[in-house]
């Protein structure tokens, strides 16, 4: 079981989604299904231009991102960690896939939970199984794969 700490910082969210937090819940719970843990984790729905700032200063990357994860320590269980997901990129990306907003959020937000779980896509080793696990927790929700 995941609970979940929402803030929407980004209006636009509530008005495209208007099913948001149980989206959200849906996608953290079939991530976690895949590795059979349990927790806390906070997700912040904000803009590019708040995404921006936390890349620059987290990452030392000046640019907006879609998704970016900070995994808690050990010692901070059960909160697995947090998750920022921007509104621009997001709805950019899925009208390029030519999906549905919800089902790309689902997917980052599967992607982000991963990275708190200490997966990464550094080499095609640990690619392939980060994929492997979003592929199945998204099956787990009706969507398809995104890799394909």
Known sequence: ????DLQVEAGAWTRELSELTPICERALIAGA???QVSGEVSLLL???AQIQ?????WRKKDK???VLSFP??????PFLGDIAVSFGITQTDAETRNIGLDQHLSHLLIHGLL???????KDDTEAAEM???EIAALASLGWPDPYV
Do not use: C, F, V, W
């Open 1 to 4: 079981m995941i609970d979940l």
């Open 46 to 48: 904000t803009d590019d």
């Open 115 to 121: 990275h708190l779980l200490g997966h990464d896509h």
């Open 131 to 133: 994929e492997r696990l």
């Open 72 to 77: 808690a320590s050990e010692m901070d269980r």
């Open 33 to 35: 299904a895949q590795k």
């Open 64 to 66: 907006p991102t879609d």
């Open 53 to 57: 700032i936390l890349n620059r200063d």
